[in-house]
Nanobody, 131 residues
């Protein structure tokens, strides 16, 4: 059973940066796509980035494109989300998720935007952006 633990959240001022870490255990990360999601109070959980397992293809939601960067280190069984130029609307609980086959039928990629396509989830880490 793959287990995921997020860390790196915190409180920052607008324009600041944070680096989230998703440490995994229980199975090698090589065969899993990693998705980062976030959920703000009163809102649904939304996909913000994904990195595929086979070819390392990367996808971003328009809301974070150009500011966030996803990466993975399979040797360390760890994934990262570098977040720059943070805005108050980025405030949310951030989750990493993993699945070996998160196929997105609408886009035809192995990096789904849908929470139901990911089997393994971390507990989440809070990110607060406020002046």
């Amino acid at each position: 059973q793959l287990q995921l633990v997020e860390s790196g959240g915190g409180s920052v001022q607008p324009g600041g940066s944070l680096r989230l870490t998703c440490e995994t255990s229980g199975y090698t990360l090589d065969y899993y796509a990693i998705g980062w999601f976030r959920q703000a109070p009163g809102k649904e959980r939304e996909a913000i980035s994904c990195i595929a397992s086979a070819d390392g293809s990367i996808y971003y939601a328009d809301s974070v494109k150009g500011r966030f960067a996803i990466s993975r280190d399979n040797d360390k069984n760890t994934a990262y989300l570098q977040m720059n130029d943070l805005k108050p609307e980025d405030t949310a609980v951030y989750y990493c998720a993993a699945d070996p086959f998160p196929w997105d039928t609408s886009r035809g990629v192995m990096c789904s935007e849908y929470t139901g396509d990911y089997e393994h989830w971390g507990q989440g880490t809070q990110v607060t952006v406020s002046s």
